[in-house]
């Protein structure tokens, strides 16, 4: 088997490109840019350094792992990067050109007046439930074909990081904060009054999960277009093409994902949209990509691994 799959080439090239783009347009906007430089190599190696483990001892169970996963575990590390990285091109944050999208689109911002017409803490918490399932549908998705078939995995893992890295890199050129804007101070966007969360809605769980996760986690800038839906809809393609059983409770969350992300404000509706876009394009390339690589999932689904 060679160590070098679609996923490397991919994983390596991102690291690249973007190590490449610090280097030459960090100016002022980048401070302590050696060190994203650094990272970016330092990263590369290791990755290779695994695979080449990985191929003299397959039969090693933590390597196997850690090959097979390391692209879902480096998402979340690349999209925080998009954050310090995303001034580079623009300045300052471009939510004035998507509010008022949103405003042309309906007359009156959707991520604002959702929430308000239903301030009930059972419709709240369905939604940020919903929202964080986001989460759980990365990596058990993962973790089913995983175990399911490898080949499945790889062709899995390969498509979902070729739409995240399209995704990071439009967040890098194309900083936009989202509705927080409207409900927290944004670095690098004028303040203004702010929009409070009805008090029942602050009460629930699932609401003071995703505030936990946004507090510490989030990256500044990166809301158009929507990775949740994006991803979200890549993962539902994959579960009904190879894990039939959960299709229909899948697309369930599916819609109720894409409806959190607007009423959490967590996203303007052209976000939503950009997202869905961003997959029905790049889904069908990555398509073609991981084909011309020789590589392919497996026909039928519950196939066992050979």
């Known amino acids: 088997m060679k160590p070098y799959r679609f996923i490397d080439y991919l994983t390596q090239l991102y690291l690249l490109v973007v190590g490449l783009l610090i280097v030459l347009f960090h100016g002022q906007q980048v401070p302590?840019?050696?060190?994203?430089?650094?990272?970016?190599?330092?990263?590369?190696?290791?990755?290779?350094?695994?695979?080449?483990?990985?191929?003299?001892?397959?039969?090693?169970?933590?390597?196997?792992?850690?090959?097979?996963?390391?692209?879902?575990?480096?998402?979340?590390?690349?999209?925080?990067?998009?954050?310090?990285?995303?001034?580079?091109?623009?300045?300052?944050?471009?939510?004035?050109?998507?509010?008022?999208?949103?405003?042309?689109?309906?007359?009156?911002?959707?991520?604002?007046?959702?929430?308000?017409?239903?301030?009930?803490?059972?419709?709240?918490?369905?939604?940020?439930?919903?929202?964080?399932?986001?989460?759980?549908?990365?990596?058990?998705?993962?973790?089913?074909?995983?175990?399911?078939?490898?080949?499945?995995?790889?062709?899995?893992?390969?498509?979902?990081?070729?739409?995240?890295?399209?995704?990071?890199?439009?967040?890098?050129?194309?900083?936009?904060?989202?509705?927080?804007?409207?409900?927290?101070?944004?670095d690098m966007f004028p303040q203004q009054t702010l929009v409070p969360f009805p008090e029942v809605v602050q009460r629930g769980?699932?609401?003071?999960?995703?505030?936990?996760?946004?507090?510490?986690?989030?990256?500044?800038?990166?809301?158009?277009?929507?990775s949740h839906v994006a991803i979200a809809i890549c993962t539902i393609w994959f579960s009904w093409r190879y894990i039939p059983k959960i299709r229909y409770v899948h697309l369930v969350v599916l819609i109720l994902l894409i409806l959190s992300t607007v009423y959490c404000r967590y996203h303007y509706v052209v976000d939503v949209l950009g997202g869905a876009a961003t997959t029905a394009i790049l889904m069908p390339l990555g398509e073609l990509l991981h084909r011309k690589c020789g590589e392919a999932g497996a026909t039928s689904a519950g196939r066992a691994t050979t």
């Open 32 to 186: 302590w840019w050696q060190v994203y430089v650094a990272g970016h190599v330092t990263c590369m190696l290791v990755i290779h350094l695994l695979l080449k483990a990985h191929d003299r001892r397959p039969e090693s169970r933590l390597l196997d792992l850690l090959r097979h996963f390391y692209p879902i575990l480096l998402y979340a590390v690349f999209y925080r990067e998009t954050g310090a990285l995303n001034q580079m091109f623009v300045r300052g944050m471009l939510d004035n050109l998507f509010i008022g999208a949103d405003q042309y689109l309906f007359g009156f911002q959707p991520s604002i007046a959702f929430m308000d017409w239903l301030p009930y803490l059972p419709v709240s918490e369905l939604f940020y439930a919903s929202y964080f399932s986001y989460y759980v549908m990365i990596g058990g998705i993962g973790f089913i074909l995983y175990f399911q078939d490898k080949r499945n995995f790889f062709h899995y893992v390969s498509i979902v990081s070729f739409v995240f890295c399209l995704c990071y890199l439009t967040y890098i050129v194309l900083p936009v904060a989202g509705p927080r804007v409207f409900w927290a101070p944004v």
């Open 205 to 226: 769980p699932f609401f003071n999960i995703m505030k936990f996760i946004y507090d510490h986690f989030e990256a500044h800038g990166a809301a158009f277009p929507s």
